[in-house]
């Protein structure tokens, strides 16, 4: 069972990842509908997972939590430093947005409502002034979810991804805090 509440949107929570979460974050990251948006190509053994979690989703800096219905995970989203290093991150207050929802619950919603409460709380509790997210150009459910949300197409990295045998351009997106105030 994930840990316990920490964000409650309208449909799903989001809780801090655990380590009896592992199973579920390695069989989703093994899944060919979540690894292969993600751009995440390599397989994910117990060691592998283990690491994933001591390593990346545990860590002080950055925001990882679990989105579940009930008490049931069906996804992750995150905030995670910026590219730009974390003295120049916390200097600019802004992070990167991540998020994935296990293909047997894509439709239901719970991708929209879980991103728009990180975004909130990123906004409202972190004091972040900016959130960017990067997407493949081949994933019109994440950019429709991030243009939903009020996201601005930024720029474009041209056949910047390998995806499914082909060269797809990377599109990126941000939102400022001034932006999503006027929007709600």
């Not at 879980?114 to 990067?134: G, P």
Request: charge should be negative; hydrophobic fraction near 35%; glycine fraction near 8%.
């Amino acid at each position: 069972m994930p840990g316990p509440v920490f964000l409650e949107g309208d449909t799903v929570t989001l809780r801090p990842v655990d380590e009896e979460d592992i199973e579920f974050i390695q069989r989703m990251m093994n899944n060919p509908t979540v690894w292969r948006p993600a751009l995440d190509i390599n397989p994910m053994n117990d060691n592998l997972a283990e690491d994933f979690f001591e390593n990346v989703l545990t860590t002080e800096e950055d925001v990882h939590c679990l989105v579940c219905r009930d008490d049931d995970p069906v996804g992750h989203v995150s905030l995670s430093q910026s590219q730009y290093g974390p003295t120049e991150t916390s200097r600019a207050r802004s992070a990167e947005l991540g998020y994935w929802i296990a293909p047997e619950h894509h439709g239901q919603g719970y991708g929209s409502d879980a991103v728009n409460r990180i975004v909130e709380y990123a906004f409202t509790d972190r004091n972040l002034r900016r959130l960017s997210a990067h997407v493949g150009g081949f994933n019109d459910a994440s950019i429709a979810l991030l243009e939903s949300l009020g996201f601005v197409h930024e720029g474009t990295q041209r056949e910047a991804a390998w995806y499914r045998g082909e060269y797809h351009d990377m599109l990126s997106y941000g939102l400022l805090r001034s932006e999503w105030q006027n929007s709600e």
